[in-house]
């Protein structure tokens, strides 16, 4: 399966984005949709995930309250509502597949090119 992330820009601090995650190709049940995000010269870091086949989401301390993931199983696509942006949301953000509900970057695959998200103060 492809991942395609777009829905990134400029915004101010204080504002929102709605970020979205277009898979081709099948996602099988089993799996999790997760969100990272990735500034200059930091490692990834992990956003929020999601399992496909329920309603079950989990998020990073830094996002909790802030950001929300969705999905819409029939369409393949997985979103990311970022509410309340700060300067320190500013990343490129990517997503990914894996198969277990985990933080950890080397658990998921299937990285696309990313969408970048500047928040300015």
């Known amino acids: 399966v492809q991942l395609q992330a777009s829905g990134g820009g400029l915004v101010q601090a204080g504002g929102s984005l709605r970020l979205s995650c277009a898979a081709s190709?099948?996602?099988?049940?089993?799996?999790?949709m997760a969100w990272f995000r990735q500034a200059p010269g930091k490692e990834r870091e992990f956003v929020a995930g999601?399992?496909?086949?329920?309603?079950?989401?989990y998020y990073g301390n830094s996002v909790k309250g802030r950001f929300t993931i969705s999905k819409n199983n029939a369409g393949n696509t997985v979103y990311l509502q970022m509410n309340s942006l700060k300067p320190e949301d500013t990343a490129v953000y990517y997503c990914?597949?894996?198969?277990?509900?985990?933080?950890?970057?080397?658990?998921?695959?299937?990285w696309g090119q990313g969408t970048l998200v500047t928040v300015s103060s």
């Open positions: 990914g597949r894996g198969s277990t509900v985990t933080t950890m970057a080397t658990s998921f695959g299937n």
């Open positions: 999601i399992r496909w086949s329920r309603d079950y989401a």
């Open positions: 190709g099948r996602i099988y049940s089993s799996s999790i």
